[in-house]
């Protein structure tokens, strides 16, 4: 009788703590943080805080990605390259810096149907903090791991990176 009862509330627990997000319910979310959207289903474009961002999702292969461009990479010297790699170790935690097609990125990658609200919401946070952020603390919250390698470069400002405004539409 007790393995019984265990079962049931095990099989319930996992059904409460299942949830499955998908396009509809992640368009609802940015919508309801971002200052303006654009775009179709699983290819929205928006402004966070006055950051400019990218999320695209693929329903079918369970992926999803939240993306902001901070400038073309041919802007960025060897130390800001090495700073940018540290920091996807160090500062940056679930946003890493990425380059693509000429452009560095704060990006946020994630299986689509495992995605929470709270995940949602913390990596919108968390890449516009992660492209504000770069050049200076190079990072996508308060948090930081190995921390004391990073305290000698934020007293030492980089730098100036020069954010170009790129002719590249999303």
Same mark, same amino acid.
């Given at each position: 009788? +007790?393995?019984w009862?265990f079962?049931i *509330? ?6 409460v703590?299942?949830?499955?997000m998908?396009?509809e ?7 309801q ?8 289903t699983g ?5 966070y ?13 369970n ?14 010297? +060897?130390?800001?390259? *090495?700073?940018?790699?540290? $920091? ?27 995605l ?8 919108l ?5 992660? $492209? +504000?952020?770069?050049?200076t ?8 791991f190995?921390a ?5 470069k ?8 020069? +954010?170009?405004e ?5």
């Amino acid at each position: 009788m +007790k393995q019984w009862i265990f079962l049931i *509330l095990l099989s319930f627990g996992v059904s409460v703590t299942a949830q499955q997000m998908n396009n509809e319910t992640l368009g609802e979310i940015i919508t309801q943080r971002a200052d303006t959207i654009n775009g179709i289903t699983g290819n929205w474009q928006f402004i966070y805080k006055e950051i400019p961002m990218l999320c695209v999702t693929d329903e079918r292969n369970n992926r999803m990605r939240i993306i902001a461009p901070i400038t073309e990479s041919n802007n960025l010297d +060897k130390d800001l390259l *090495l700073d940018s790699m540290t $920091a996807n170790f160090h500062s940056a935690l679930d946003v890493k810096y990425a380059i693509s097609n000429g452009i560095l990125w704060s990006a946020y990658v994630h299986p689509l149907k495992e995605l929470t609200t709270e995940q949602v919401e913390s990596a919108l946070s968390q890449v516009y903090l992660a $492209a +504000k952020t770069f050049g200076t603390t190079f990072s996508s919250t308060e948090l930081l791991f190995g921390a004391s390698a990073l305290e000698e470069k934020k007293e030492e400002p980089k730098k100036e990176v020069i +954010k170009k405004e790129s002719t590249r539409k999303f």
